[in-house]
Structures are given as structure tokens and as C-alpha cells.
């Protein structure tokens, strides 16, 4: 059976979402139908059937299993976020580096973060630590942007989460200048933001950016480093790397990684 498969939800209800080989295509609906039986919350099984894309980072599913509602709340380190995986773009693995970056956040810091989907990096981090000032969570998925208003509600974060629909590039305008800390939790094409990050930070704000890194550049952080300091280079602005880290694998000699540094 295949072991690759993630679950999102709770114990009440949860979908899971499963990567099926070709040599185990013919046997889809039978690894579906043992994963609900295995894990008893799972009520739909949905098969990958594409890579993220387009400007909602969404992919195209099949429901192998269950029920076709795939609207779940997830639980995570205290807090709730309702989604439909179908419909937004959220990875249920990356919540233990949703709770390290709000582990790093100071009191009366303002938070950007871009790309925000439904939500999580923005709750995690007024949860953790509820002495921020405010948390701009911009993202151009009205979907998702409903979503992360009803998941505002539900944490109560209303005095402490600005939600904003629209693109980094125009939404972001308006906090030029003013952010401690801006996160860019989108891996495949970041790059092209770093300005707009740039343009957001104070001077000495802490700028955490993700990419892809590949282990054949005998480097994973190379690719990563390149454009922050291709984007630095030309807007003639300074920089300083505090942290790199591999986020995840994300394939066999690919992983996510994270470059944090400060804007001098």
C-alpha cells in the first residue's frame, strides 16, 4: 500500500490525500478504501492528480474514496482552520514550521505575510504570541480569503489579523516601510517578490524566504541564495543571512528550505 499520503482535518472528520504510483494504479481504490479503514476520521481519499498551479498554488484531484465534501477544520497546536483542499492551498506538514517561525516573533512586531492562504502562519502566530502588533495576511484567493475570515472568527484573532484579498504587489503598498518581519511562504516563485518584501521592511525587519533546493548543486541553499542576493544586488540594498534550514524534503534530492535575513 502506498505510505505516501497526508490527512487534514480532525478526529471528528479529516480528508485524506494520497500519491499514487503507476505501478499501483490499478490498485487505487483498494489502497482508498484501506486508508479510510485504517484511519477511522478519514471520510474522502483524494488522488494528486497534478502539480500546484496557477496564481492559487491549487492542483487537480480525484476522489478515489468516500464522501465528495471535502470541507474539513484541521487542529493544529491549539488552533482550527476550516479549508477545502480542493479548493485552496494549504500542506498539513508544514505546521510544525508554522509554529517555529511564531516562535520567533517579538512583542509589538508587525507581520506581513504574503501568500497567506486560509490563513495558518497569521493564527499560529497570534496564538503563540499574543503581544504582536498586527498580522497583514494578504492573498489573492477570494476562496481561500473567506476561509481565512471565518478562521479568524472562530480563534477569535479579529483585534490582531488584518486579512486583505488582492495581490502582494498592489495590496502590499500600503505597509511599505512598516513591517518588522514578513514571511514569503511560496516556494516556487518568491523570487519575483523579494522587492515587494524588501519595500515592506524597516530597516533591520527580518525577511524569511522560501524556495526549492536541490542536493545535485551540491549546495541546497544555493539556488535560494541566488535570488535573495540577485534582488538585493539590483534594488542596491544591503542584507545579512541570520538562518538557513531545509524545511522539508519535497523529493528525492529536492527539499524546501528557508533563507531568513534582516534588511540593513
Same mark, same amino acid.
Given at each position: 500500500?502506498? =505510505?505516501?499520503?497526508?490527512?487534514?482535518?480532525?478526529?471528528?472528520?479529516?480528508?485524506?490525500?494520497?500519491?499514487?504510483?503507476?505501478?499501483?494504479?490499478?490498485?487505487?481504490?483498494?489502497?482508498?478504501?484501506?486508508?479510510?479503514?485504517?484511519?477511522?476520521?478519514?471520510?474522502?481519499?483524494?488522488?494528486?492528480?497534478?502539480?500546484?498551479?496557477?496564481?492559487?498554488?491549487?492542483?487537480?484531484?480525484? %476522489?478515489?474514496?468516500?464522501?465528495?465534501?471535502?470541507? @474539513?477544520?484541521?487542529?493544529?497546536?491549539?488552533?482550527?482552520? =476550516?479549508?477545502?483542499?480542493?479548493?485552496?492551498?494549504?500542506?498539513?506538514?508544514?505546521?510544525?514550521?508554522?509554529?517555529?517561525?511564531?516562535?520567533?516573533?517579538? &512583542?509589538?512586531?508587525?507581520?506581513? @505575510?504574503?501568500?497567506?492562504?486560509?490563513? &495558518?502562519?497569521?493564527?499560529?502566530?497570534?496564538?503563540?504570541?499574543?503581544?504582536?502588533?498586527?498580522? %497583514?495576511?494578504?492573498?489573492?484567493?477570494?476562496?481561500?480569503?473567506?476561509?481565512?475570515?471565518?478562521?479568524?472568527r472562530i480563534n477569535r484573532l479579529s483585534h490582531k489579523v488584518v486579512p486583505a484579498l488582492g495581490d502582494v504587489r498592489e495590496i502590499c503598498k500600503k505597509w511599505y516601510g512598516e513591517?518588522?518581519?514578513?514571511?514569503?511562504?511560496?516556494?516556487?516563485?518568491?523570487?519575483?517578490?523579494?522587492?515587494?518584501a524588501v519595500k515592506c521592511a524597516k530597516i533591520g525587519a527580518t525577511i524569511h524566504f522560501y524556495g526549492w533546493g536541490n542536493k545535485a548543486d551540491g549546495d541546497v541553499f544555493l539556488?535560494?541564495?541566488?535570488?535573495?542576493?540577485?534582488?538585493?544586488?539590483?534594488?542596491?540594498?544591503?542584507?545579512?543571512?541570520?538562518?538557513?534550514?531545509?524545511?522539508?524534503?519535497?523529493?528525492?534530492?529536492?527539499?524546501?528550505?528557508?533563507?531568513?535575513?534582516?534588511?540593513?
Open positions: 500500500m502506498s =505510505k505516501s499520503f497526508d490527512i487534514i482535518g480532525s478526529k471528528e472528520k479529516s480528508v485524506a490525500i494520497v500519491e499514487i504510483s503507476e505501478e499501483e494504479g490499478n490498485r487505487e481504490k483498494e489502497i482508498a478504501n484501506k486508508i479510510m479503514k485504517e484511519n477511522k476520521s478519514v471520510k474522502s481519499v483524494l488522488k494528486k492528480e497534478s502539480h500546484r498551479k496557477g496564481d492559487y498554488r491549487t492542483r487537480r484531484y480525484a %476522489i478515489l474514496a468516500g464522501d465528495e465534501n471535502t470541507e @474539513v477544520v484541521h487542529r493544529e497546536h491549539g488552533y482550527f482552520l =476550516k479549508l477545502d483542499p480542493q479548493k485552496v492551498y494549504f500542506s498539513s506538514r508544514e505546521g510544525t514550521e508554522r509554529q517555529r517561525i511564531a516562535n520567533c516573533v517579538e &512583542p509589538g512586531e508587525l507581520v506581513m @505575510v504574503m501568500f497567506a492562504g486560509v490563513g &495558518p502562519y497569521a493564527i499560529a502566530i497570534a496564538k503563540t504570541q499574543p503581544d504582536v502588533k498586527k498580522i %497583514i495576511s494578504v492573498e489573492i484567493n477570494p476562496i481561500a480569503v473567506e476561509y481565512m475570515k471565518h478562521n479568524i513591517c518588522d518581519r514578513i514571511l514569503m511562504p511560496l516556494p516556487l516563485g518568491a523570487e519575483s517578490f523579494l522587492d515587494i539556488a535560494a541564495e541566488k535570488s535573495v542576493n540577485k534582488s538585493l544586488k539590483k534594488m542596491g540594498r544591503k542584507y545579512k543571512i541570520i538562518k538557513k534550514r531545509v524545511v522539508l524534503p519535497y523529493a528525492p534530492g529536492r527539499f524546501k528550505v528557508c533563507i531568513e535575513f534582516n534588511v540593513l
